[in-house]
């Protein structure tokens, strides 16, 4: 048995803004979530944590690393959140008045969109699975992992456990009170979300 807590990072400055991308640092509400994660994986043993390089996921899994005896971090760019390219840090309005063909060409095809100078989710899969990969290599025979991951990307983990068709994986809703939990065993995937505030 293998257990895989995804996490995605408290609320940010750019949340609260609605800007995307970005290294923006968490608020006091997502300081908060943090250490309310932390309280909550103080009686579970998770010994490796990996994180995007992004500032918000290492403000998040500190106290959850702090909470444990042994634990592991490691920062992998692979769990890095979407590259917006010429939208990164705007507003999803401003992005309609500056650049309404791209964000019609979005809304048309979420999945195979790809931001000019950065990354689609259709481009991402194959670092994410990168990313995976190492993580599950790192971490060895280890009975649990985490991911604090972001949006786009534990969307696309997700993928890999839910049966979604390909265009509605951008539309996974990953909520910042709850983490998904994913226990493998030789036979199956047993699929749990739990809220952690509130
Ligand atoms: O760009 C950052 C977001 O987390 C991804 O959201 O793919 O729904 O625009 P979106």
Known sequence: IRNLYLVRHGQTLYNMEGRIGGDSELTQQGLEQAEA???????????????????????????????????????????????????????????????????????????????????????????????LRKALYLSGNAEALMIVGHQAINRMILSYFLFRRTEDVPFIYIPQDQYFHIVSTQKKKLFEQVRFTG
Request: one cysteine or more.
């Open 37 to 131: 994660l932390g309280r909550h994986f103080r009686g579970f043993s998770i010994p490796y944590i990996f994180t995007s390089t992004r500032r918000r996921s290492h403000q998040t899994a500190t106290p959850i690393y702090q909470g444990q005896d042994h634990c592991t971090v490691k920062a992998l760019s692979e769990f890095d959140e979407i590259n917006a390219g010429i939208c990164e840090h705007m507003r999803y309005e401003e992005i309609k008045h500056k650049w309404p063909n791209e964000y019609r060409r979005r809304q048309k095809d979420k999945y195979h969109y790809i931001y000019p100078e950065g990354e689609g989710y259709i481009t991402m899969k194959e670092r994410v699975d990168k990313g």
